[in-house]
DNA sequence: GCGACAG
DNA sequence: ATCTTGTCGC
């Protein structure tokens, strides 16, 4: 799929204010709330038995096509090359069933930026939409959205260049506030809003993301697992975003999409000369 | 000056 | 992100 909003190409050759600028009128276009041309209940992680039955059953065609998960898109890149080529992954799946996997190779222009991440890897993401035959429903990208200074991580970037929902996945906080300490032992499924501070350009105490623990061992005193940090990229609200991933994970901390683009990157870059 | 920082 | 062996725990 080609950019809906072209203006907002993440330029490597900016002048780091050009691209802070960039971002705040992304921010301004971004919708963080729900705009979905799919029932988000309807995504899945895995396939079921009981969904095949139903499409091969002759019981209504609107009925059947309306059973059909969403189309979720997991974007993840990976580096070859000694860092100077940047792979992008996409990997497209539809009820856990895989449907389409493509990537793109683009030439490394700027060292990594904390707060500027899209205009290092945001080329080579857009490179590999180009290359995707099908239409998306929701896009998994790894990173932030709305939790980032401008309210325009990565991907709140893709997701409103393609005006796409997307929703973000980080491994780590780039900024903000938990509510509560993320210091304690957190049960699987447990998720701590992430507010608003004043590093953030939206009002103090916005919920801009959570803290989502998609996974967890029994024994709090031996093992523990970090949480996700999962925000809004763009049309999805900050609970439907975790909601969304939630359904996405399946057993392990990362979800599906994420997981299947990760492996496929890795693929990809050996491919490449790693 | 100090602190803080996705991938 | 990437460089890397073994090792602990379920």
């Given at each position: 799929m080609t950019p809906v909003r072209p203006e907002f190409a993440p330029d490597a050759s900016l002048s780091r204010s050009e691209m802070e600028q960039l971002q705040r009128d992304l921010a301004e276009t971004a919708v963080f709330e729900d705009e979905f041309d799919?029932?988000?209940?309807?995504?899945?992680a895995e396939s079921s038995d009981s969904e095949q039955v139903q499409l091969g059953q002759t019981t209504g065609q609107a009925e059947t096509v309306d059973s059909e998960p969403p189309v979720v898109a997991g974007v993840d890149q990976a580096f070859a090359a000694d860092g100077e080529k940047a792979v992008s992954a996409i990997v497209a799946s539809r009820g856990g069933e895989v449907i389409e996997r493509v990537h793109a190779v683009e030439p490394v222009e700027i060292p990594y930026i904390p707060g500027l991440l899209s205009f290092l890897e945001g080329g080579a993401i857009l490179s590999a939409f180009e290359a995707l035959s099908v239409e998306p429903d929701l896009a998994v990208v790894d990173g932030s959205g709305r939790i980032h200074f401008r309210q325009a991580g990565i991907a709140t970037h893709i997701g409103v260049m393609l005006d796409l929902p997307a929703v973000g996945v980080a491994?780590?906080?780039?900024c903000g506030r938990p509510?509560?300490?993320?210091?304690g032992y957190l049960p699987e499924g447990a998720r701590v809003a992430i507010e608003a501070d004043d590093s953030v350009t939206a009002p103090e105490g916005t919920v801009i993301g959570h803290a989502y623990q998609s996974r967890q061992y029994d024994n709090p005193e031996k093992r523990h697992v970090n949480p996700l940090y999962v925000s809004p990229g763009?049309?999805?609200s900050a609970d439907t975003a975790t909601d969304l991933v939630g359904r996405l994970c399946?057993?392990?901390?990362?979800p599906e999409p994420t997981r299947l683009a990760d492996q496929f990157a890795d693929e990809m870059k050996a491919d490449v000369g790693d």
């Amino acid at each position: 799929m080609t950019p809906v909003r072209p203006e907002f190409a993440p330029d490597a050759s900016l002048s780091r204010s050009e691209m802070e600028q960039l971002q705040r009128d992304l921010a301004e276009t971004a919708v963080f709330e729900d705009e979905f041309d799919f029932d988000p209940a309807a995504v899945r992680a895995e396939s079921s038995d009981s969904e095949q039955v139903q499409l091969g059953q002759t019981t209504g065609q609107a009925e059947t096509v309306d059973s059909e998960p969403p189309v979720v898109a997991g974007v993840d890149q990976a580096f070859a090359a000694d860092g100077e080529k940047a792979v992008s992954a996409i990997v497209a799946s539809r009820g856990g069933e895989v449907i389409e996997r493509v990537h793109a190779v683009e030439p490394v222009e700027i060292p990594y930026i904390p707060g500027l991440l899209s205009f290092l890897e945001g080329g080579a993401i857009l490179s590999a939409f180009e290359a995707l035959s099908v239409e998306p429903d929701l896009a998994v990208v790894d990173g932030s959205g709305r939790i980032h200074f401008r309210q325009a991580g990565i991907a709140t970037h893709i997701g409103v260049m393609l005006d796409l929902p997307a929703v973000g996945v980080a491994k780590n906080l780039l900024c903000g506030r938990p509510r509560e300490s993320l210091d304690g032992y957190l049960p699987e499924g447990a998720r701590v809003a992430i507010e608003a501070d004043d590093s953030v350009t939206a009002p103090e105490g916005t919920v801009i993301g959570h803290a989502y623990q998609s996974r967890q061992y029994d024994n709090p005193e031996k093992r523990h697992v970090n949480p996700l940090y999962v925000s809004p990229g763009h049309r999805a609200s900050a609970d439907t975003a975790t909601d969304l991933v939630g359904r996405l994970c399946a057993g392990y901390k990362l979800p599906e999409p994420t997981r299947l683009a990760d492996q496929f990157a890795d693929e990809m870059k050996a491919d490449v000369g790693d």
